[in-house]
Nanobody, 115 residues
């Protein structure tokens, strides 16, 4: 299986920036794509950004132009650079690894955007 560990969450003021990192281990060569999802209290989990093995990216409309997903192969991580953060970005952010028939999830990291 694949193990995913997120880091980098925290408290930031509106307009600020955070960088999340997801470290993958295990059967990492079976991963087709990785991504970031988030879930706010009382809301469904939603896609934030994905990056397939080919390197093409996909973003939710709400974060497009503000967030950037990238791969860091030497460290075997997938990062999410979040700029111009808004209070509505507050959520638990989960790293996802998509395999042929399975999805693996990290434990989540809290991002709070508040003044």
């Amino acid at each position: 299986q694949v193990q995913l560990v997120e880091s980098g969450g925290g408290l930031v003021q509106p307009g600020g920036s955070l960088r999340l990192s997801c470290a993958a281990s295990g059967s990492i060569f079976s991963i087709y794509a990785m991504g970031w999802y988030r879930q706010a209290p009382g809301k469904q989990r939603e896609l934030v950004a994905t990056i397939p093995s080919g390197g093409r990216t996909n973003y939710a409309d709400s974060v497009k132009g503000r967030f950037t997903i990238s791969r860091d192969n030497p460290k075997n991580t997938v990062d999410l650079q979040m700029n111009t953060l808004k209070p509505e970005d507050t959520a638990i952010y989960y790293c996802n690894a998509h395999l042929r028939k399975l999805d693996f999830w990290g434990q989540g990291t809290q991002v709070t955007v508040s003044s």
